[in-house]
């Protein structure tokens, strides 16, 4: 499966994703979460002197994500579960990184919502995430695509408005930018 989605991303993470994860990874620090971490696509673009505990959590994870070699005063926890059921108190980290997985999730607005529990107060998320594109016609084109494609891509959604969705949970956007035509973004927004 690893290796099918991986290369099924090869010309994505060549074309923008690498350079984004690298851009934004390195950024990341203190006790940090990964929600959805595949393939462990994010491990090698984390800056390890910056993070204290690393708790990587999806609901199956990789061979790949588990046998990553990590420095050794890392404290790494894995969390095979969905979000809501990661039994920590509010505010338990400092980061939160997630990148291609707001699209699949039932309820993203409550999804955001445990991300913003979870997250200390002046805590920063970092994401990447595909989301409807700015055309008209392409819009309307991802709306009628979109039934057929949650079916054969594990629920996966082309049409999530995910940036109006961080904000709605009530993050702040520090930076953010869009490519791909508007699919794409990217960016950190803060927990005030």
């Known amino acids: 499966m690893n290796t099918i989605y991986d290369w099924f991303m090869a010309p994505l993470e060549a074309l923008r994703l690498r350079a984004s994860r690298k851009?934004?990874?390195?950024?990341?620090s203190g006790k940090v979460l990964e929600i959805g971490t595949g393939t462990?696509?994010?491990?090698?673009?984390?800056?390890?002197?910056k993070i204290e505990a690393?708790?990587?959590?999806?609901l199956?994870?990789?061979k790949r994500a588990?046998?990553?070699?990590f420095p050794e005063d890392v404290?790494?926890?894995y969390n095979e579960a969905p979000l809501e059921a990661l039994k920590v108190p509010p505010?338990?980290?400092?980061?939160?990184?997630?990148?291609?997985v707001f699209c699949s999730v039932d309820d993203p607005l409550e999804g955001l919502q445990r991300v913003y529990e979870l997250l200390k107060p002046g805590g920063k998320i970092y994401f990447i995430e595909h989301v409807m594109p700015d055309h008209h016609h392409v819009r309307k084109a991802v709306n009628g695509i979109n039934p057929h494609?949650?079916?054969?891509?594990?629920?996966c959604n082309l049409n999530r408005e995910t940036l109006e969705t961080i904000k709605e949970a009530g993050f702040v956007l520090e930076k953010h930018s869009v490519s791909l035509g508007g699919a794409l973004i990217e960016g950190v927004a803060v927990k005030p």
Do not use: C, Q
């Open 75 to 77: 404290e790494v926890v």
């Open 23 to 28: 851009s934004l990874m390195s950024k990341v």
């Open 60 to 62: 199956k994870l990789s």
């Open 149 to 155: 494609w949650r079916k054969i891509a594990s629920g």
């Open 91 to 100: 505010s338990s980290f400092d980061s939160i990184v997630f990148t291609l």
């Open 66 to 69: 588990r046998s990553y070699v």
């Open 40 to 49: 462990g696509a994010n491990l090698p673009y984390f800056d390890y002197s």
């Open 54 to 58: 690393l708790t990587l959590s999806d």
